[in-house]
């Protein structure tokens, strides 16, 4: 597949993102928000919302309900309304959520720093301390799940449970063609796009959206493997990706597999991590099931994960 084909496939990515986040009503296969759920969308309001001073940054932070915290931790170009706002009103009935943007995210004005997932976990770990919170379940998508697994591994007295919704813990997580495609992004192909539009829309300054765009693409254009330290993790892991993913299958299988699974649960006990493949569901997709996700993710993060199986 040559460089033109990989341009034409990250273009219908990014100029994507922000139209499939959005909350649409259900129609067939297409689980996302119903219109009930979108009034709420429209009318629920943060409890307490500002800037927390992180590592340098001011970091935007929103949060709804209350109950046990958990932290969602946005994808590649996203920010709050982006990302979750099919997910927060649904997840805030009976537990406390906050949601930050991450730097040079949304509000959060970037630093002359790199971007980097340990960088970005370190600041999430600010925030915690910002906001008195000791420990709090995490979920990340795609980028966020990077963001996610970083938390686990250099803060895991911060992290109770662990969601990771189509994210990779190595470069190689990803289809080869999707790990090749990266490279082909470009601040150009991102020009007139929503993403831009919503850069300017946030006070961004827009003589700085093309070192936005490529500090976003950089950290996927240098390798990673955090294969080992994921791997011992002492937090419960929940992993989803779709059946049509960017993310690997043997790659989220390996980690099930070195958190105890491929049993039988039967006669050996469940595992206390997860592992879940949605079926018909893409990369940018798996934020449209939230009548999948949630219930799922709800159940894993209440769950008594030293009970034992059922039985006859």
């Not at 958990?70 to 170009?77: A, K």
């Not at 980097?116 to 770990?125: K, L, N």
Request: net charge neutral; proline share 6%.
């Amino acid at each position: 597949m040559n460089i033109q084909v990989f341009s034409r496939i990250s273009l219908a990515i990014v100029a994507a993102v922000l139209a499939s986040c959005q909350p649409r009503p259900k129609d067939g296969q297409n689980t996302s928000a119903t219109s009930k759920d979108t009034a709420a969308i429209q009318q629920l309001k943060p409890s307490e919302s500002g800037y927390a001073d992180v590592n340098g940054l001011k970091m935007y932070y929103e949060v709804y309900g209350e109950g046990k915290p958990i932290v969602l931790l946005h994808g590649s170009y996203m920010n709050i309304p982006v990302n979750w706002s099919a997910i927060v009103p649904l997840m805030a009935k009976d537990r406390k959520v906050i949601v930050t943007e991450m730097q040079g995210h949304g509000r959060t004005k970037d630093i002359p720093r790199e971007l980097s997932y340990e960088g970005m976990a370190d600041d999430v770990s600010g925030l915690l301390k910002h906001l008195k919170t000791d420990s709090a379940d995490v979920l990340g998508y795609s980028m966020g799940g990077g963001v996610a697994f970083q938390m686990a591994v250099r803060h895991p007295e911060q992290v109770r449970r662990l969601v990771i919704l189509s994210g990779t813990y190595a470069h190689d997580g990803w289809w080869p063609e999707v790990e090749k495609s990266f490279a082909s992004f470009t601040p150009d192909m991102f020009r007139g796009t929503a993403i831009q539009k919503q850069y300017d829309s946030l006070g961004n300054d827009p003589a700085h959206f093309d070192e936005f765009i490529k500090k976003v693409i950089s950290i996927d254009l240098k390798p990673y493997d955090w294969s080992k330290e994921v791997k011992n993790i002492k937090a419960p892991i929940l992993m989803a990706i779709g059946d049509a993913d960017g993310v690997r299958y043997e790659h989220a299988l390996e980690l099930f597999r070195a958190k105890g699974g491929g049993k039988m649960g039967d006669l050996e006990g469940l595992p206390k991590s997860r592992l879940a493949i949605l079926p018909g569901t893409t990369h940018i997709g798996m934020m449209q099931r939230t009548n999948i996700l949630v219930p799922m993710v709800t159940d894993f993060l209440d769950a008594d994960l030293d009970a034992p199986p059922p039985t006859f």
